[in-house]
Nanobody
């Protein structure tokens, strides 16, 4: 199996910064995309940022120019640097990875347990 372990959430004031980290472990042959999603109360889960194994990145329009996603392929980790945080960024943030466990098996999606980010004064 594959586990995704997230860390770095918490409470921050508007305008502040937080860094989320996620490490994938277990039986891993390769990882295609790694990304971050979030879900606010009463809302659907949405994509925040994603990066491919070749380093191509994409961001939600609401976080572009404020958040930066980075990845270490050698360590199977992905991070999300969040700057200029706003109250509307408050949500549970989930790490996602498309993992191929064996060379002959297609990739499957795995999720972390989620980490709470609260932006409030």
């Amino acid at each position: 199996q594959v586990q995704l372990l997230e860390s770095g959430g918490g409470l921050v004031q508007p305008g502040g910064s937080l860094r989320l980290s996620c490490a994938a472990s277990g039986t891993i042959f390769s990882i295609n995309s790694m990304g971050w999603y979030r879900q606010a109360p009463g809302k659907e889960r949405e994509l925040v940022a994603i990066t491919t194994s070749s380093g191509v990145t994409d961001y939600s329009a609401s976080v572009k120019d404020r958040f930066t996603i980075s990845r270490d392929n050698a360590k199977n980790t992905v991070a999300l640097q969040m700057n200029s945080l706003k109250p509307e960024d408050t949500a549970v943030y989930y790490c996602n990875a498309e993992v191929r466990q064996y060379p002959f098996r297609r990739a499957s999606a795995y999720w972390g347990q989620g980490t709470q980010v609260t932006v409030s004064s």
